[in-house]
């Protein structure tokens, strides 16, 4: 054989197993074996004939351990056959040595990144065999797969992970739906917790091109998986992987065709529906855009589909999209133009220009927004200083001009649509301020938005004289709100211009808010300050005469004087917003807003707008129809949306006006001023201005989809309230911005707990730009937090001072009469006078009374707290700089501390968790302190138990010492005995009702007047939740509330009064209260019954290590006391037969608390095999959850007879679970060789009468023959019960 050649070799190892007979077979294997030793090429074959010689598994293990010793001197291209062979043949013996093996395997294809489209080399094509060597040998062996998987799954160092560990993984998807489900979820899991990163990729994509060829459609699926994991690293990965496919295709035969299916599953992730994956999706289109632009332009046909799909993208896509085509329409090649790139440019950028003219001519706001977003793109991308490397001078230049033109032509959109020019003027303020906008182009915006800006304004005078109106009515004016005093050069007059004849100059004011915000943006980015427009902060405004706005006089006026009149004051609130957001956005957020002269004026200007909000909703409110505003919807609100709004509003008006005498609406001011907080309701993305809750509800989203919104970082002007000298002059103010804080708070958190299917495209405003981050909100809160303990122990204290004069004068006397100051700052140069606010109108004047103001900051600030601190995104790690500035506000030194400068910055290092921990302790104290007990407003109280109760969760997620958990028990039972307290408080120690219809600002309206507490079941429930739960025996504590106050309530419903009648000691607990108090007892249970369940499932799984008797002793008697709170909570269902929500809840309820009872059988199962004599606890704590089941048969067996909807659609699941409840005791029972008698209950209604199960066929015939009139008796008779 040495003799012959290779061919020859092989050929007669092949023969070889033919020819050997069975007593020469050893000899020959060890012949082949030193044969190996000296031919490494001659390898695969010898192993081939070695393995078909070895009949036995001995034999086999002798042939897989050779294989081992000889891999790595093993030729390229032998690796297949090997990796093959090792894989079909692998045992439990050498299974993990084998995949290490494979785990460190080098690289096969050892030469450079290949250009895209080069032909594939040699290496190549041996690492594309290896490939499907593996994906044969794993789909041979699972016991191989199994290891692969196991060993990856263990690894957690991004060092410790090798290219082909990505192979091995994708290779394991194809080996069925299962492996691919979890192989995914292990890729993600790592991607998301930072075992692997995008170098890993990176090392098994690049200079792989056979393994690229070989694994690309699990490659791409992997890809798809990653982006749709809804999570930012999964994310990241999958476009960096995209990426990755699209640029390192190769050879030229399949490049073109891989790189149209990465485009086609990047078109998936658009069609989605998912705002992640769509951005996600858009963010790959770009990336390749900014590198290989020339590679995209030969897939045009897909980039020009992105055109045409652009209804449903939100305003960040529609970005994405544009930059895009953008880039590639700018983007010049060295080509010819004949090329087929330069054609399909051409043809992108004809398609693109079409596109714009078609959606700036458009009526529809959604389609001008489109237009003005790939318009301003298209302005950066020209006026870019280099769009491509090889671009020429002349041609930068000569784009830059085409720029100019293009925006040129989209100004001139003021004159015909003034609604879309203030969207462009929004837009090209975003662009400024993030900086895409080039030199020469901000130039130019500059001077034309000064030159907008100059048009609205007028010379300052004195002498105003009044304007008319349609036909020959007149409107008198006056000049409001003067800062800059006699030197003042200029004045705002919107009365002149609303009463102006020239249309186009009245149309102007629907971009009045848009051109201020813009050129006072391109004044900073120019100048670095705002000092040259600094005199319209202070300038005053032409506005109707303060007498127009008196009860009285609105009602004499004509339907067009007074739609000028709210539309004037809706201009002058938008006015002021914008010049607060122009001047808080332009301070670094650790600075001060300017000096004191600046500070000075933005909180005199918000007490001024404060005023203007109160003005507006009291003349709207006193109108007997929602006036004709003149002014067209801001940006920051859909038209279509705002008309659906209307329409509704309209409607519900209408339907009011039908059944209420028209002479309501024509009351006096001061018997509507200040209605109660109960038409307080938050519309959209702004709520009701502060304290003005009697503005009709119809009427909330007219006028607030007309308001543009406050920036975060205004937030930030709280800081300067204990700086003023008069702090009580601030208190309006910090009210006002502490509602705007609580809408954004509110807003933001809703988003970040949204399912991520709601979050979809589709069911997002694109035109929404108002919506505030969980960060954006922090930028703001940073100098806030610090001022937050002042004005709460502040305001706490003027309400206590406030609350004798409640008693006495009634509520509404609150407030009246006091003196209303203007805002003053240390170190300001001159002092304010009552001039610049309005005065004038009792109004204007309760805005700023300090004791409604105090009411409000205690509610709004209590209620951003709360909101805050039950974020689940505090107590992530990125996020625990703002818990420590939390705690460092709020610590021991809040009640004490006066100068908010001198407490320590909110980016001070990181706390020790035992710091922490009494931090939480300390800013717990604070809260209790601010509590008043049964004198304080009831919702105010429960709030405060609300944060006491976040900030103990917040610290025990920090890992404590033995001491401090002492501390934390203590202050758990602390809040249980307040909330307990707050239940036993009644209405004698409240404050009787006024019999006046009028309400302070802001006040606590009289909750607990009442022994039911009407309409306060949600507090109710809330007082319960956090008695029972922050209880140290919280099972004990519910058995004693169900077998006493609740077992004395009546069992009968009653109307009226006695309805109402509470039971001692819990003034809450009536006859039309007892349904709140049992479902809050219900989810009570049910956590007590999830925490039971996890914990024995943990057990049942090792998850805390070698079970103890002592573990499953506890597990026993929480299994006991939950099985006796179950029982007589339904127990309660037979006292009460007529409460058909109890029943419901019942159901709903008992039927979980049954499967988290069946999670735990399996243990019990288990552990009673093993310990049968021990059977006896379990077996008497079981008896009291079967006592509860019967009656949950019974209540499903009354639903069904009665006919009743709500019950009847809960019997089905619920007698599901109760049936997989007997199964699993009995087989409990049977595994603890213990005797069960099973028999048919006997069908009994709740009052323990026997009932028939079914109704016999004889009956029904009978009852055929029955009075029709008597059936339908019988019917309401049974509707009856049901209600």
């Known amino acids: 054989m040495p003799k012959c050649y290779r061919p020859v070799q092989q050929g007669i190892l092949?023969?070889?197993?033919?020819?050997?007979v069975e007593q020469d077979c050893e000899a020959v294997i060890a012949a082949l074996v030193r044969?190996?030793?000296?031919?490494?090429a001659l390898l695969v074959p010898a192993l081939e004939a070695i393995s078909n010689l070895s009949s036995q598994e001995a034999g086999q293990a002798q042939v897989t351990e050779l294989v081992l010793q000889r891999f790595q001197a093993a030729e390229t291209a032998d690796v297949p056959a090997l990796l093959r062979f090792l894989l079909q043949h692998v045992d439990s013996q050498n299974a993990s040595q084998v995949v290490e093996l494979l785990r460190s395997m080098p690289s096969f294809a050892l030469s450079k990144q290949q250009a895209p489209g080069q032909e594939q080399t040699e290496e190549e094509d041996v690492e594309e065999a290896a490939i499907e060597a593996m994906r044969t040998g794993l789909q041979c062996s699972h016991l191989a797969a199994d290891t692969v998987f196991s060993q990856i799954r263990s690894l957690t160092d991004p060092e410790q992970h090798v290219s082909i560990d990505l192979w091995l993984l994708l290779l394991l998807v194809g080996l069925g739906a299962k492996r691919s489900e979890a192989v995914h979820k292990l890729l993600r899991k790592k991607f998301t917790e930072g075992h692997v990163d995008n170098t890993w990729l990176d090392k098994a994509v690049i200079s792989h091109?056979?393994?690229v060829q070989g694994l690309f459609p699990g490659l791409l699926g992997l890809a798809g998986q990653l982006v749709q994991a809804g999570q930012a690293g999964p994310q990241a990965a999958g476009t960096h992987l995209y990426t990755l496919l699209f640029t390192c295709c190769s050879p030229a035969d399949t490049a073109a065709q891989h790189r149209q299916e990465v485009l086609a599953g990047l078109h998936g992730h658009l069609g989605s529906g998912q705002a992640g994956e769509v951005s996600t999706a858009l963010?790959?289109?770009?990336?390749?855009?900014?590198?290989?632009?020339?590679l995209l332009l030969d897939h045009a046909d897909f980039v020009s589909a992105l055109l045409d799909c652009l209804d449903n993208l939100t305003q960040a896509q529609l970005h994405q999209v544009?930059?895009?085509?953008?880039?590639?329409?700018?983007?010049?090649?060295?080509?010819?133009?004949?090329?087929?790139?330069?054609?399909?440019?051409q043809r992108l950028g004809k398609q693109l220009?079409?596109?714009?003219?078609?959606?700036?001519?458009?009526?529809?706001?959604?389609?001008?927004?489109?237009?003005?977003?790939?318009?301003i793109k298209l302005v950066e991308r020209l006026a870019h200083p280099s769009p491509t490397p090889t671009a020429h001078p002349a041609a930068l230049d000569q784009r830059s001009k085409e720029a100019e033109q293009l925006l040129a032509r989209s100004f001139d959109a003021k004159q015909h649509k003034p609604a879309m020019f203030a969207l462009l003027c929004d837009e090209l303020t975003d662009a400024v301020t993030s900086g895409r906008l080039a030199e020469p182009i901000r130039a130019w915006l500059s001077l034309a938005a000064t030159e907008e800006l100059e048009m609205f304004l007028d010379d300052c005078s004195h002498d105003l004289p009044a304007v008319q109106c349609k036909g020959s009515e007149s409107v008198a004016g006056g000049s409001w709100m003067n800062m800059n005093g006699i030197a003042g050069q200029v004045m705002l007059p919107l009365l002149k211009i609303l009463a102006s004849p020239d249309q186009l100059h009245r149309q102007s004011l629907a971009y009045l808010c848009a051109v201020t915000r813009l050129a006072l943006t391109l004044e900073f980015h120019t100048l670095g300050n705002l000092d040259g427009l600094s005199a319209i902060l202070g300038c005053p405004l032409h506005m109707p005469h303060i007498d127009l706005m008196q009860s009285e006089a609105v009602l004499g006026l004509s339907t067009e004087q007074q739609s000028l009149v709210c539309t004037s004051l809706l201009l002058a609130i938008n006015w002021l917003r914008e010049l607060l957001n122009a001047w808080a956005r332009h301070v670094q957020p650790t600075e001060c807003i300017g000096g004191a002269e600046v500070q000075q004026n933005l909180l005199v200007r918000l007490q001024n707008l404060s005023q203007l909000e109160a003005l507006l909703a009291h003349v709207i409110a006193l109108l007997p129809s929602s006036p004709c505003l003149q002014v067209l919807a801001g940006p920051h609100t859909p038209a279509q949306a705002q008309t659906k709004n209307q329409k509704k509003g309209r409607a519900k008006e209408a339907k009011k006006s039908k059944g209420a005498p028209s002479e309501e609406s024509s009351e006096p001011a001061e018997d509507q001023e200040n209605v109660g907080d109960n038409a307080a309701v938050s519309v959209g993305p702004h709520r009701a201005p502060a304290g003005h809750s009697h503005l009709p509800l119809s009427r909330l989203p007219e006028v607030q989809g007309q308001l543009r919104p406050l920036d975060a970082r205004v937030l930030r002007l709280l800081g300067q309230v204990q700086a003023t000298a008069l702090p009580q002059a601030a208190l309006a103010p910090a009210a006002f911005l502490l509602e705007q804080l609580q809408v954004q708070l509110v807003e933001a958190l809703t988003r970040a707990r949204r399912p991520a299917f709601l979050n979809s495209a589709a069911s997002q405003d694109a035109s929404t730009g108002a919506h505030q981050t969980p960060q954006q909100i922090w930028g703001g809160l940073q100098s806030t937090l610090p001022a937050l303990p002042t004005l709460l122990t502040m305001c706490n204290a003027r309400q206590s001072s406030a609350a004798h004069t409640e008693g006495q004068e009634g509520v509404s006397q609150v407030g009246k009469g006091e003196e209303v100051v203007v805002a003053c700052v240390e170190g300001a140069s001159q002092d304010p006078t009552p001039d610049l606010l309005i005065t004038g109108h009792p109004i204007v004047r309760a805005a700023l009374a300090s004791t409604p103001a105090a009411a409000r900051v205690m509610q709004h600030g209590l209620h951003c707290?709360?909101?805050?601190t039950a974020a689940e995104w505090l107590k992530q790690p990125e996020h625990r700089v703002l818990l420590y500035a939390f705690l460092r506000a709020f610590g021991k030194d809040a009640t004490s501390s006066q100068d908010s400068h001198q407490s320590p910055p909110v980016s001070a290092c990181a706390m020790k968790s035992h710091e922490a921990i009494q931090g939480c302790l300390q800013a717990c104290h604070y809260f209790r302190a601010l509590s008043k007990r049964a004198l304080g407003p009831l919702d105010q109280e429960v709030s405060l138990l609300h944060i006491q109760a976040n900030l103990i969760s917040i610290a025990e997620t920090i890992p404590g010492t033995s001491s401090t958990r002492e501390d934390l028990c203590q202050a758990k039972e602390a809040i249980s005995r307040a909330a307990e307290e707050a239940l036993q408080q009644g209405s004698e120690s409240q404050p009787q009702e006024s019999s006046s219809p009028l309400q302070v600002q802001g006040a606590d309206p009289p909750t607990r007047s009442g022994g039911g507490w009407k309409g306060q079941q949600g507090v109710i429930g809330d007082l319960v939740h956090l008695w029972v739960a922050w209880s140290s025996q919280p099972c004990q504590t519910m058995l004693r509330l169900l077998q006493g106050a609740l077992a004395q309530v009546p069992s009968q419903p009653v109307t009226g009064k006695k309805a109402h009648e509470p039971v001692a000691p819990y003034p809450g607990l009536s006859g039309s209260s007892v349904h709140i108090w049992y479902k809050a007892l219900s989810q009570e249970l049910l956590l007590q019954w999830a925490t039971h369940a996890a914990g024995v499932v943990a057990m049942h799984k090792g998850r805390q290590g070698p079970l103890q008797e002592e573990a499953v002793d506890s597990a026993l008697e929480q299994l006991r006391q939950c099985g006796k709170v179950f029982s007589s909570l339904l127990l309660l269902n037979k006292a009460h037969l007529k409460r058909m929500q109890m029943h419901a809840q019942a159901l709903r309820f008992g039927s979980k608390v049954i499967q988290h009872c069946l999670r735990t059988l399996p243990f019990w199962e288990a552990w009673y095999s093993a310990h049968p004599n021990q059977v006896e606890p379990f077996s008497k704590a079981i008896k009291d959850v079967q006592s509860g089941t019967r009656i949950l048969y019974v209540i499903c067996a009354e639903g069904k007879a009665n006919k009743n909807i709500t019950i009847a659609n809960l019997v089905v699941g619920s007698k599901h679970v109760l049936e997989?409840?007997?199964?699993?005791?009995?087989a409990v029972m049977l595994a603890a060789k213990q005797h069960i008698l099973q028999g048919n209950l006997k069908h009994k209604d709740l009052t323990g009468q026997e009932v028939s199960s079914q109704v016999p066929f004889t009956q029904i015939l009978s009852d055929d023959d029955e009075d029709d009139n008597e059936q339908q008796g019988r019917r309401q008779e049974a509707g009856s019960d049901t209600e």
């Open 283 to 294: 963010h790959v289109l770009l990336a390749l855009t900014h590198s290989h632009a020339a």
């Open 1220 to 1226: 997989e409840f007997r199964v699993g005791v009995t």
């Open 14 to 20: 092949e023969l070889l197993p033919e020819l050997v």
């Open 209 to 211: 091109q056979g393994a």
């Open 35 to 40: 044969m190996t030793e000296k031919h490494s």
């Open 322 to 345: 544009f930059e895009v085509v953008s880039e590639l329409v700018v983007f010049s090649s060295s080509d010819s133009s004949e090329s087929q790139a330069e054609q399909n440019r």
């Open 353 to 375: 220009e079409g596109l714009l003219h078609k959606q700036m001519q458009s009526e529809e706001v959604q389609s001008q927004r489109v237009g003005i977003i790939g318009t």
């Open 865 to 868: 707290i709360q909101q805050l």
